[in-house]
């Protein structure tokens, strides 16, 4: 079945430094979301991307769509102790509402 | 806007008892997804509905776990037997069905403790 897989599965960085997840899917996605999930909380959306190649960028934030729509990364300039969390990235496969949950990167950011 | 509203926030219960999560989605959302997160699994899909239709079961682990969407604002997780194994946190999500682009909207969850 369809996999979806994230590096790294944890990162420590110190404030102000930038971080970097990577998803990989198993199949071709139609389109892809990132979450956002606080420690005891629930997954917030953060965007979605469709389109191949997409790059899209909200505020310290950007996402990117491989061309071949297996793979997305999000990239956080200069982090920040509010960033803390885990982030996962989730793909669906064309004509289907199942959104496949990646393994997900926790992030700490030492002050 | 009231969010997904889950209940209960937290169930402790003993091995061989019936346990019942219960979801109501967000007003004119009309797919429902119900997850399972733990630390070793991650965020597993069991199962989704659209339009108080279940579409795709196959997450689910056993024939322990049933789920039902009586109407479109209310859907419950059974699981009987429950067995410690099935601990976790229980996540129901709704969305815009109709546009397969529409992002998942979580709800607080239930975290389930069973003994």
């Known amino acids: 079945g369809q996999q979806v897989m994230q590096i790294p599965q944890y990162q420590h960085v110190q404030e102000g430094e930038d971080f970097t997840t990577y998803c990989n899917s198993s199949?071709?996605?139609?389109?892809i979301q990132w979450y956002k999930q606080r420690p005891g909380g629930h997954p917030v959306f953060l965007i979605q991307?469709?389109?191949?190649?997409e790059v899209k960028k909200q505020k310290r934030l950007t996402f990117q769509f491989g061309e071949a729509k297996k793979n997305s990364s999000l990239h956080i300039t200069a982090t920040q102790t509010t960033d803390v969390g885990t982030y996962f990235c989730a793909g669906a496969t064309s004509g289907t509402y199942k959104y496949i949950f990646g393994t997900g990167t926790r992030l700490k950011v030492l002050a | 806007d009231a969010g997904v509203i889950q209940s209960p926030r937290h169930e402790v219960t003993e091995m061989g008892q019936e346990v019942t999560l219960r979801c109501k989605p967000i007003s004119g959302h009309n797919s429902l997804f119900w997850y399972r997160q733990t630390m070793m699994r991650g965020l597993e899909l069991l199962i989704y509905f659209n339009n108080n239709v279940p579409i795709d079961d196959s997450g689910m682990p056993e024939d322990r776990f049933s789920a039902k969407m009586p109407n479109a604002s209310f859907s419950t997780l059974k699981i009987q037997p429950s067995e410690p194994r099935d601990s976790a946190v229980y996540f129901c999500?709704?969305?815009?069905?109709?546009?397969?682009?529409?992002?998942?909207?979580f709800g607080n969850g239930t975290r389930l403790t069973v003994t």
């Open positions: 991307l469709v389109k191949s190649g």
């Open positions: 999500a709704s969305s815009l069905g109709s546009q397969v682009l529409s992002p998942l909207h």
């Open positions: 199949t071709t996605l139609s389109n």
